[in-house]
């Protein structure tokens, strides 16, 4: 499979499980899709079946690794492969201290040869891509060149496509989440990334929200990627395959979503899945809407309830403004 990465949704840990990113392919066919870090110990070590399995809907798809050692990020990723994922990624961004402490995620910054080591390990155990996101820097290596280093070091070793979140992060002293907000953006540095090295794919990430942001982002880059904007408004999802790939089908509406979905809810909880574990990912179906927070605390008060089924979001749906107009 060719992937077209134009337009991704971001790695987020608790969120991009495999419910979210089914409800987000209903909405989307063409967005490359993440999964959450999973880390090479827990592929090779853990319930392989409950961290990497999913419903063949979410292609294309990509598995993010979390991991620095390159023998067992070859055997990870060989396992992935053999799960069916078009793309492995390696984590070169996360500044958590549990991360930290298992030398990997944006640490990994200031060890390009370390994860060159990984790419080939990798490469030579798959047949699929080896991707890497990463920062424009870490702590006091936010320079140019410290990136330009990184980038030439790890592409030597077949890395053809780059993310890069760009802000750089600072590994003591701020959480993850201060990490995604207090360091400034610099878009110019991938940017920069993508006029010296035009043979590499480059996707930039970091605070995009909108697909007017992503089309100017487009016109310097070969990709973007979001992740907070999607979680909490999806539906930003519905015009990505007009707007950035040129497709003429229509998207499909909310309503069509709600229905389309049942089918799976169904199987889901036929399996033991709880409700909730997918109606989370659709509170923010209605963002910016009238009625959405109605929607929201329908779903969310009920959605525990153990009589509780697909039917609550039919429900949560009847009484939205417009379709109470509707029946009036
Ligand atoms: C809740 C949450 C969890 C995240 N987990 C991951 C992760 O597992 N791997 C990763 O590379 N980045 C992770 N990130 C960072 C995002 O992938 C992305 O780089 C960051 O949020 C900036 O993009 P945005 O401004 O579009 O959200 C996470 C972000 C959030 C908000």
């Known amino acids: 499979m060719i992937l077209d990465r134009r337009f991704s949704v971001a790695p987020m840990m608790e969120y991009t499980d495999r419910h979210e990113r089914y409800f987000l392919r209903l909405i989307s066919r063409r967005a490359l899709l993440y999964t959450e870090m999973i880390t090479a110990d827990a592929v090779i070590h853990g319930d392989r079946q409950r961290l990497l399995a999913f419903s063949p809907a979410e292609h294309p798809i990509a598995l993010q690794l979390g991991g620095s050692d390159p023998d067992r990020m070859a055997r990870a990723a060989a396992i992935g492969q053999d799960y069916g994922y078009d793309e492995i990624n390696i984590n070169v961004g996360c500044p958590s201290d549990r991360v930290q402490s ?94 010296d090295f035009p043979e590499l794919e480059i996707i930039v990430n970091g605070g995009i929200d909108s697909l007017e942001q992503c089309q100017l982002h487009l016109q310097h880059v070969d990709g973007v990627m979001l992740g907070r904007a999607v979680y909490q408004a999806p539906y930003l999802l519905a015009e990505v395959d007009r707007t950035l790939f040129a497709d003429t089908a229509a998207p499909p509406s909310r309503e069509d979503l709600i229905r389309a979905i049942q089918p799976y809810i169904a199987e889901q909880m036929d399996r033991g899945v709880r409700l909730n574990a997918i109606t989370r990912h659709m509170l923010g179906l209605y963002y910016g809407q009238p009625g959405a927070r109605a929607w929201r605390r329908h779903i969310s008060e009920r959605s525990y309830r153990p009589e509780a089924d697909g039917a609550l979001l039919e429900t949560a749906m009847a009484q939205m403004p417009g379709q109470l107009e509707l029946q009036h």
């Open 102 to 195: 298992g030398r990997f995620g944006a640490c990994l910054m200031a060890e390009p040869d370390l994860v060159a080591a990984c790419v080939t390990a990798m490469g030579s155990a798959t047949n699929v891509p080896i991707t890497v996101k990463s920062r424009i820097g870490i702590d006091d290596h936010d320079s140019y060149e410290f990136l330009h280093h990184f980038i030439e070091t790890v592409a030597a070793a077949g890395c053809r496509s780059f993310i890069i979140h760009a802000r750089k992060a600072i590994l003591s002293g701020l959480s993850p989440k201060q990490n995604r907000e207090v360091p400034p953006l610099h878009y110019d540095r991938a940017y920069r990334v993508k006029a």
